[in-house]
C-alpha cells in the first residue's frame, strides 16, 4: 500500500515536464540542513563497499547505535528503515486490536489493514492544537493490544512529554505500545523525552535516521525493545535488510558524536528561527491557522474560501511541493502541511500563501 505519502517529487517532474531536482520539495519532512558535512566525501570515498554484500544481520551497525545511545545491542533491531518493521509489527505483536493516535501517519492503518487486523483511531482536534489529555488517551485506548503513538507526531508536530508516555505505558501493561521516535531528535531535550531508555517490557521503539540526517535514499531504521519483543520480531527479518552504504553511513555519523550533537543542535536553532518567521509572515491573513510544532514541519488550516487542493495546485506552479492533508484521518481538505527548507524557500512559501 502507498497511499498519500509526501516527497513524491518524480510525478510532479513527470506532469510539469521537468527533472526532479527542479522541484522544491516542501512537502518531505527532512532536515533541510543536511545531510552532515563530510558524509557524503564518505560514501563516494567507500563506494567499493557495493562490489560484495553488506553484513546480513548489520550487527556492527548495530553495535554502534547501540553504544551510542548506552543501549544492550541485543535489544536492538536493524532494518530498511522504520516502514519495515512497521509493516512487521501486526504480525510479529499477533496484534488483534489496535488504537492509532491520529491524526497520524497512515502506515500505522495501512499495515493493520495488510495483515487483516482491526485498527481505530484516536483523534484529537483542532480545538485543542491537536495536543490530547492524558487522561483521555488512557481511557480511549484501554482494550486494545496494540497503540501506535507518533511522537512528535507527524503531521501535527505534537510531542507528549516522556514523563507521561511512559506513565501511560505502565498503566496498561499488558498492551504495546509502539512509539515512533523518527521526529523526535528536532525537538528540543529529545534525551528527555525518548523511550529509548526506559527499558519497559511492553513499548517498542521505533527510530528513524533518515529525517534528521537527511538520507532517507539510504533506508535506515531501528526497532528497540525488550528482549521478549525482539524474538517475535527476529522471526520476521529478512537477510541482509540494510545495504552497505547505510550501514556505513551508520558508522560514519554515530562515532562522531561532537559534530553530530553540533549538527543537531545548529538544526533545532535553525527550525525555531524559520517557524517563528513564518508565523509571523503569515499572521496578517484572517482565518489562516498555524499549529505550534515541535518539529520541522507545520500543519496549517486555510481559510474557509481555500481548499488545500488548490493550494498544492498553486505551489506547483511554482515547482514547489507542498503536503495536501485532506488524506489524514481526523483532518479536512482545508489542511496542509509544509516541511521548512532553506530560509530562501520558506520566504517564498509565505509569499505565495500571502498571494492566494
Avoid at 295 to 305: G, K, M, Q, V, Y
Wanted: glycine share 6%; aromatic share 8%; with cysteine.
Amino acid at each position: 500500500m502507498i497511499n498519500g505519502h509526501g516527497g513524491n517529487i518524480y510525478d510532479m517532474a513527470r506532469q510539469l515536464g521537468c527533472a526532479t531536482w527542479d522541484i522544491i520539495d516542501m512537502s518531505s519532512n527532512v532536515n533541510p540542513l543536511g545531510p552532515p558535512l563530510g558524509l557524503a566525501d564518505f560514501l563516494r570515498a567507500h563506494m567499493d563497499a557495493i562490489l560484495a554484500l553488506p553484513q546480513v544481520d548489520s550487527r556492527e551497525m548495530v553495535k554502534i547505535f547501540a553504544d551510542r545511545h548506552n543501549i544492550d545491542a541485543s535489544l536492538v533491531l536493524a532494518g530498511n528503515g522504520t516502514t519495515q518493521f512497521i509493516y512487521t509489527i501486526p504480525k510479529a505483536l499477533e496484534t488483534k486490536k489496535a488504537c492509532i493516535l491520529g491524526p497520524t501517519y497512515a502506515d500505522y492503518a495501512d499495515a493493520c489493514a495488510m495483515h487483516g487486523r482491526y485498527h481505530e483511531y484516536l483523534i484529537s482536534h483542532e480545538d485543542s492544537d491537536f495536543k490530547m489529555d492524558m487522561d483521555h488517551i488512557q481511557k480511549g485506548t484501554h482494550g486494545f493490544d496494540t497503540v501506535f503513538i507518533c511522537n512528535p507526531n507527524n503531521p501535527t508536530g505534537v510531542l507528549i512529554p516522556g514523563d507521561d508516555l511512559e506513565k501511560l505505558c505502565r498503566s496498561q501493561p499488558d498492551t504495546y505500545f509502539v512509539i515512533d521516535e523518527s521526529y523526535l531528535p528536532f525537538a528540543d531535550d529529545s534525551d528527555r523525552h525518548s523511550m529509548l531508555n526506559r527499558r519497559l517490557s511492553n513499548v517498542v521503539v521505533l527510530n528513524s535516521m533518515s529525517k534528521i540526517f537527511r538520507v532517507p535514499g539510504l533506508r535506515i531504521g531501528f526497532l528497540i525493545a525488550s528482549e521478549k519483543i525482539i524474538e517475535k520480531f527476529e522471526r520476521h527479518v529478512l537477510p541482509w535488510s540494510v545495504n552497505s552504504l547505510a550501514q556505513l553511513a551508520v558508522s560514519y555519523l554515530m562515532e562522531r558524536k561532537s559534530g553530530t550533537d553540533a549538527f543537531v543542535e545548529n538544526t533545532r536553532a535553525f527550525l525555531a528561527a524559520e517557524r517563528k518567521g513564518l508565523g509571523e509572515s503569515l499572521r496578517t491573513i484572517s482565518d489562516m491557522r498555524l499549529f505550534p510544532s515541535t518539529t520541522s514541519f507545520i500543519l496549517i488550516r486555510l481559510p474557509e474560501n481555500q481548499r488545500a487542493e488548490e493550494v498544492c495546485a498553486h505551489f506547483a506552479r511554482k515547482r514547489t511541493l507542498i503536503r495536501n492533508c485532506a488524506n489524514f484521518a481526523g483532518l479536512s481538505d482545508r489542511f496542509i502541511r509544509i516541511s521548512l527548507k532553506t530560509r530562501e524557500n520558506n520566504v517564498m512559501a509565505a509569499e505565495m500563501l500571502l498571494n492566494l
